[in-house]
């Protein structure tokens, strides 16, 4: 076989410069037979003859022998080893040009050699996609749509071409989805669905082909998927049924494509929706909560949905998963619950529902991404006095978010547990919170919080302490002491990065320490008097005013 081979390839550089068809389709037929039966040598021997270049010049759309030819390069591209002598010999612009050809045999072919010889690599892929192959490949697809094996070799090109990010752009200006959802609607077989899902899915990351997607009616295919696999229990309706319901929630992303499925909470998907979330179907729970929290983005959908009940589905769900529960589920249920307590009518409307207490039974949870989201849903509750000054009593809440503030390996469950803190002592000013906040050993975070590199959480953290001050300080003043709170507020002083709200915040507050005798202390040891009467020429006009009262604060006391 081997002489065979060599005196083929010998024969195929002869016929190819002189183009005698019959010849040139022998050799070419002999070569695809020897490819079939030893991939990998054949390959190697065709790298070592030099042939690669000469196919460049046999890729004409007019020939007999082209679809042989990209055959040819297909098979040998498989190994790893002769994708770059393909580039090196120049085979990808006119295999790009025979996209453009008639012949459905050229175009398999053709589609085949470029995947293969782009297969792994981002680089040449987006050179591909430069190219302009995409809107091409789009049009193949809604032209030749009864022709299965071309089918798939479009779709597969999609699959790879969409995990680039440069290729959204261009495939949102094709009408890519109509014919995707076009093909889907046709399709029975769990495999074919799977192949567009996987397509579906990465272009569905891009808000402008989430509309289209919506558009085009993939949402309403989703929808009759769940509705005709919830019940089954084979392993491949499961799948699909997780692959719809998960894309369903991706579309919701997308703020145009949510709300024109919201449709002012009566729309049929909406609805739908709903109606998944007291399902005995674990992953329609989830993929209804997702959903809930997806459209609970802007107040008008939040107030319209507390006001129609689903804060008592999301509780009831939440019940259902309390004892060994799914934590995914719950994870997605305060997920919700959080979004839809930001407006501030909800609040009240929530607290009164019972979510508060709802909550709370996730208190033992050892899940971190649960532990996030029920801080989370807890600080949005609190705005209100009363039900800061109820949760800020509850020694087991207080105890757990202490243990929380040291969460090292889970910066977001740490944020949140000192931020929950905070807010309970800023909402409530009361004197009983604060002393089950020093009697459970939080102050120390408190002070840490000051240091905070965002802006935001070290002025809670700062008013916080100054309430603490003003209403608690000889419970306070050793804890006070003992986290280095005074040389903590001149650090923020002194430093030309404060922001102008955390130096006056700093000022104030050490104004409120100046009533404990050892505090006092330390910031006469430290000389504050030299940091703050530089803020009085400060620019922003409410710093300077602060330091000059903290000036003269300082110097009376002195």
């Known amino acids: ?162 995990e680039l990010e440069s290729s959204k752009e261009q495939f949102a200006s094709t009408n890519i989805a109509e014919e995707l959802v076009k093909l889907f609607k046709k399709q029975i077989e769990h495999d074919k669905r799977e192949m567009i899902f996987e397509v579906l899915a990465p272009l569905a990351e891009n808000d402008a082909i989430k509309l289209q997607l919506v558009e085009a009616g993939l949402v309403e295919c989703l929808l009759e998927i769940v509705q005709q696999k919830v019940d089954s229990d084979k392993e491949d309706d499961i799948a699909e049924l997780k692959t719809a319901s998960d894309l369903m929630v991706l579309l919701l992303l997308g703020d145009e494509s949510m709300q024109k499925l919201f449709e002012g909470g009566k729309g049929n998907v909406f609805q739908r929706v709903l109606s998944w979330i007291p399902s005995n179907n674990h992953q329609l729970q989830l993929a209804g909560a997702l959903a809930i929290a997806n459209f609970a983005r802007n107040d008008g959908n939040c107030i319209h949905m507390v006001d129609n009940g689903i804060v008592e589905k999301l509780m009831d769900l939440l019940d259902r998963h309390v004892e060994e529960g799914n934590v995914t589920v719950q994870h997605a249920a305060l997920s919700a619950l959080r979004n839809l307590a930001i407006p501030v009518v909800n609040k009240a409307k929530m607290l009164s529902a019972g979510v508060t207490e709802a909550v709370l039974k996730f208190l033992k949870s050892e899940m971190p991404p649960v532990q996030f989201k029920l801080l989370g849903t807890l600080r949005m509750l609190i705005d209100a006095q009363e039900a800061a000054e109820q949760l800020g009593k509850n020694v087991k809440l207080v105890e757990r978010l202490v243990e929380w503030c040291e969460a090292k390996d889970h910066a977001g469950v740490m944020g949140e547990s000192n931020r929950l803190l905070s807010a309970l002592i800023r909402h409530s000013k009361s004197k009983d919170v604060i002393k089950t906040i020093v009697q459970s050993g939080g102050i120390k975070h408190l002070v840490t919080m000051a240091t905070s590199e965002h802006v935001i959480m070290q002025n809670e953290a700062l008013v ?95």
């Open 1 to 162: 076989m081997a002489d065979n081979l060599s005196d083929t390839l010998k024969k195929l550089k002869i016929t190819a410069v002189d183009r005698t068809e019959d010849s040139l389709e022998g050799c070419l037929d002999c070569l695809l037979q020897a490819l079939a039966q030893n991939n990998m040598e054949t390959s190697e021997k065709i790298q070592g003859s030099g042939i690669l270049q000469l196919f460049a010049s046999l890729l004409i759309p007019q020939s007999a022998c082209t679809a042989k030819v990209a055959n040819i390069i297909a098979e040998v591209a498989k190994n790893e080893f002769m994708r770059i002598p393909c580039v090196d010999a120049g085979l990808i612009s006119p295999l790009v040009q025979l996209l453009n050809s008639k012949d459905q045999e050229v175009l398999l072919q053709t589609g085949r050699a470029l995947g293969n010889i782009c297969y792994d690599s981002h680089s040449l892929q987006a050179q591909l996609i430069n190219m302009g192959v995409i809107p091409t490949l789009v049009k193949l697809l809604g032209i030749h749509c009864q022709n299965a094996a071309l089918t798939e070799m479009c779709l597969v090109a999609f699959g790879n071409l969409a």
């Open 464 to 558: 916080a302490l100054a309430l603490i001050a003003a209403l608690e300080l000889g419970t306070a003043e050793k804890d006070l002491e003992s986290a280095k709170l005074v040389q903590i507020l001149h650090k923020l002083l002194a430093d030309e990065r404060s922001a102008p709200e955390i130096k006056y915040n700093s000022m104030v507050l050490i104004c409120a320490l100046m009533g404990s005798e050892s505090l006092h202390k330390e910031v006469q040891d430290l000389a504050f008097l030299d940091v703050i009467s530089k803020l009085r020429s400060h620019e922003n006009k409410s710093v300077a005013q602060q330091a000059s009262l903290t000036e003269q604060r300082l110097t009376v006391e002195s």
